[in-house]
């Protein structure tokens, strides 16, 4: 029942910045943790950021001090806005929510189709 949709990736030169937003819609009694993987060709999926209910934050080393993710709960949706990116950053990037439906007592975890972020000069 729950879909998230992502929007804001594209290509970029390197210093440049993009914004990632990830709305969740569907019945939701409310989500917990709220965050960003990205996968690279021949890698597996890795954590960029996450972010709770309570808005604590993680970030993987690589992107600490140039990323940062935010959270609006009223609205279900999940940011991540990106500063100072780097080819290294190229990747295809997935949202992901930990979720209770209306009415249940465990949490559930879905995943966006993903959206491409290009770092390229």
């Known amino acids: 029942q729950v879909q998230l949709v992502e929007s804001g990736g594209g290509l970029v030169q390197p210093g440049e910045s993009l914004r990632l937003s990830c709305a969740a819609s569907?019945?939701?009694?409310?989500?917990?943790?709220m965050g960003w993987y990205r996968q690279a060709p021949g890698n597996q999926r890795e954590l960029v950021a996450t972010?709770?209910?309570?808005?604590?934050?993680k970030y993987a080393n690589s992107v600490k001090g140039r990323f940062t993710i935010s959270r609006d709960n009223a609205k279900n949706t999940v940011y991540l806005q990106m500063n100072s990116l780097k080819p290294e950053d190229t990747a295809v990037y997935y949202c992901?929510?930990?979720?209770?439906?209306?009415?249940?007592?465990?949490?559930?975890?879905?995943w966006g189709q993903g959206i491409q972020v290009t770092v390229s000069s």
């Open positions: 972010i709770t209910s309570g808005f604590s934050t």
């Open positions: 569907g019945s939701i009694g409310s989500i917990n943790t």
């Open positions: 992901h929510a930990d979720y209770l439906l209306a009415a249940d007592v465990n949490f559930y975890r879905t």
